[in-house]
């Protein structure tokens, strides 16, 4: 059969295809400006925020721009010696500009990132240079500090030659490429990064068990009460969400301080002695109890959807066939919330990997997580470029996280509501 | 074997939820071993509580409920060993056909060859061999109300409940299922509890029938003892099609009353009724009234035709007779009814026989 017979045409004698195309067109054109919009909206809002996070962490184009001839002269330089003549006259062209432009501070900044200490050498150059006579200028500096004489420095400069760099994301797991180029771990007792990593996604587990042995419970009673009862608490859930976290925030901090509530109560009962009152407060203990109870409607909320939809004949048609009702409960009722669980606990675990504002409050130094070295970047240093490569680092592991999941449990079997 | 009587026996039950409206009252109810019985009635009747008493989700307020002689009230469900198919089948979603079937076995810890057997002897009763792998979504509503009703025999329990099993089911599918579950029960002889409110269903396929209303039995008997001979007039509306006349009875002897009605009177059968000045209701089944009866019939009226409905094998009239305009007939087709037309003025006869004087609406 040749295909020419097997297009089908409609009454018209148009290949029905084409027709229907034809006649489906106009939905499809008002279905998309519906979309757009949102479309738009996540546009500017999500995507590019993120593109522009992405390319300023591993831009580097600053101090590429500032020190243009110095980099030019660089090229040949092979980085075992000091760097010749001409390298130190294309420095001293480059910095002097600078100094006049008064944009020399950045410059001392991001060389500083590279090399401690060299902010206090750069600063005393800026002062010296503008005596300095033409020519011999490798002496010249060399004599406004020792330093200059010392290789590393410069090899510091020449690191920053690329317009682009991965040095950021190094830092962010306590790595960088060391005067070799080699990629090694910053000294042992430096490495808090990896520490802020290792704690965030502990406190993001406990976190979320916590939330599931205390959601599942809640959500089984708000599917299965009466109507009249079930809004009551479906309200004490909810209740949580409509008022502020910081408000929130701010009373566990009340509660739970050493001359807190929760403290008073337990030297009233004996169960610790007044002088002896437990840190509740300002450690992990804090960002635990404060961040279970902030998430915990995001956990109520997907399982009492899911368990809305089993019908209570299913545990009483398990029970009429013998079983047990413990049985019942994990060979019946517990496979069927598999969905809600799967939700709910990835919902509370992305968002707690990114929890800032409550860890800040109550955290302290002991329970801080990764957000805020985030927040400390982008307000305090101004390294924004690291902000953001941590950033990025960490929207790539929620990513991978999703990605597990969905090898495991499929991400078809969620159920939000 | 001899049968066991009484194998289930509710023993003066009573039922509220609330503490305020008995949803069962004083309820007393013997089932024979092997026997088919339907608990019939309209919705908020009691019955579906009835059945969840015997399944053990729900308790009695007063009274006990006997298994084979033994008290079972104390009894949670998963050790009374009764089968149950749900309203809505209830089939675990997450498992397959085979699983589902396996479930009460496996709890039960039997090993795995038997496990098979019975599951595929179970299968192939309700002719599902082909399907053990499929999962419960993926079969119509017929199968999935198969699977149920054999994932309730599996285990062989000695009694089975149905909690109007055929009521998601359209029409022809509900017919033909219920042969299907009476000739399951007669084959492998297991005691059914049945819940319906459809009458049909429970006359087709009950060896006793009992009728619920406001939380009691009206009435309990075979199938066409209930048709033919309701003890009271909730029974005889709720049963069948059923002609009523209102009056109040004027003469009482020898099995059979006079009843004055508002245009006339009638001979009547006495059933609850005992004195003279008692107010009554008439029962008549449609199909006992004829129209110009050869044979001589103690009750002989004229009445005029409002409508004819012609329903194939047999035509429906209404008349107006003695002041009740919604007298139904039942004609079945013939070439003799030719003065059936809408207006004409005919003969209607009966015996006070099938006329049963039941108690006041």
Redesign the interface.
């Known amino acids: 059969m040749s295909s020419e017979t097997q297009k089908i045409l409609s009454t018209d004698g148009i290949p029905l295809e084409e027709s229907l195309k034809k006649a489906e067109k106009k939905n499809k054109i008002k279905a998309f400006l519906l979309v757009t919009p949102l479309l738009l909206f996540l546009i500017i809002t999500y995507i590019v925020p993120i593109a522009d996070m992405f390319s300023r962490s591993i831009d580097d184009k600053m101090v590429t721009n500032m020190l243009p001839k110095t980099f030019k002269a660089m090229e040949q330089w092979d980085g075992k010696e000091l760097p010749s003549e001409e390298v130190f006259e294309a420095f001293y062209l480059d910095y002097k500009i600078l100094v006049k432009n008064k944009t020399a501070g950045k410059l001392q900044t991001q060389l500083n990132y590279e090399k401690n200490g060299f902010k206090s050498v750069l600063k005393k150059l800026a002062r010296k240079q503008k005596k300095f006579e033409e020519g011999n200028y490798k002496e010249q500096i060399m004599k406004v500090h020792k330093r200059w004489r010392n290789v590393e420095y410069w090899r510091a400069i020449k690191r920053r030659a690329p317009a682009y760099t991965y040095s950021k994301y190094l830092k962010g797991v306590d790595m960088y490429s060391n005067e070799d180029g080699k990629i090694v771990q910053v000294a042992e007792d430096r490495r808090i990064h990896r520490i802020l990593w290792s704690r965030t996604l502990e406190v993001a587990f406990f976190v979320t068990l916590f939330c599931f042995l205390m959601a599942y419970p809640i959500a089984h009673l708000l599917a299965t009460l009466p109507m009249k009862y079930s809004n009551l608490l479906m309200i004490c859930v909810l209740l949580p969400f409509w008022t502020s976290l910081l408000v929130r925030t701010a009373s566990w901090m009340i509660l739970l301080q050493q001359q807190g509530i929760v403290n008073d109560f337990f030297v009233w009962i004996g169960l610790v002695t007044d002088d002896n009152r437990p840190e509740m407060m300002y450690n992990k203990t804090g960002t635990y109890v404060a961040m279970t109870q902030i998430l915990l409607p995001f956990m109520v909320l997907p399982l009492y959807s899911v368990m809305k939809t089993i ?1 209570p ?2 545990m ?10 413990a ?2 409960f994990f ?2 009722y517990f ?2 919330t598999i969905p809600g669980i799967g939700a709910g606990c990835l919902l509370v675990f992305i968002l707690a990997i990114g929890y800032y504002i409550t860890p800040a409050l109550v955290g302290g130094a002991s329970g801080t997580l990764i957000s805020n070295q985030i927040a400390y970047h982008m307000k305090s240093t101004l390294d924004w470029s690291f902000a953001s490569a941590m950033g990025l680092m960490l929207l790539t592991g929620v990513l991978v996280i999703y990605w597990i999941y969905n090898k495991l449990v499929g991400v078809d079997n969620i159920k939000l509501g | 074997m001899s049968k066991k009587e009484d194998f289930v026996k509710f023993d003066k039950v009573d039922k509220s939820y609330d503490g305020k409206v008995l949803v069962v009252k004083d309820l007393n109810l013997d089932i024979e071993e092997g026997e088919f019985v339907t608990m019939l009635g309209p919705s908020g009747s009691g019955k579906t509580t009835c059945l969840m008493m015997l399944a053990g989700f729900e308790t009695p307020t007063n009274g006990e409920i006997y298994l084979d002689k033994n008290p079972i009230s104390n009894i949670p469900p998963h050790k009374r060993g009764i089968g149950m198919v749900f309203q809505n089948y209830a089939l675990f979603p997450h498992m397959t056909v085979f699983e589902n079937l396996a479930f009460p076995l496996r709890v039960r810890k039997i090993s795995k060859e038997d496990i098979e057997k019975k599951v595929d002897k179970a299968l192939s009763m309700v002719s599902l061999s082909e399907f053990g792998n499929r999962m419960p979504g993926q079969l119509s509503g017929g199968q999935q109300q198969r699977v149920a009703v054999a994932r309730a025999l599996v285990f062989d329990p000695s009694v089975v409940l149905m909690d109007e099993p055929l009521g998601a089911l359209d029409k022809n599918l509900r017919e033909s299922m219920q042969y299907e579950i009476k000739h399951i029960h007669e084959s492998i002889g297991v005691t059914v509890v049945y819940v319906t409110h459809d009458q049909g269903e429970a006359l087709t396929m009950s060896n006793r029938i009992a009728v619920f209303n406001d939380g009691k039995v009206q009435q309990l008997s075979s199938p066409d003892k209930l048709y033919e001979e309701p003890v009271n007039s909730f029974v005889a509306e709720f049963i069948g099609e059923n002609n009523t006349f209102a009056g109040e009875i004027s003469d009482i002897s020898n099995g059979s009353c006079k009843v004055k009605l508002d245009q006339g009177e009638i001979i009547a059968n006495p059933i609850s009724v005992k004195s003279v000045g008692e107010k009554t209701t008439v029962s008549i089944r449609p199909e006992r009234a004829l129209i110009n009866p050869k044979d001589k019939m103690d009750n002989n009226q004229k009445g005029k035709i409002e409508e004819v409905i012609y329903h194939g094998d047999h035509t429906r009239v209404r008349l107006n007779l003695l002041g009740n305009s919604e007298f139904i007939l039942k004609v079945p087709n013939s070439s003799q009814n030719l003065d059936i037309k809408l207006g004409n003025e005919i003969n209607i006869g009966w015996n006070s026989h099938d006329a049963r004087a039941l108690d006041p609406k």
């Open positions: 019908s004949s299913l009483r048609a398990g029970k009429s066939l013998g079983a047990t009702p049985v019942a060979k019946v496979p069927l």
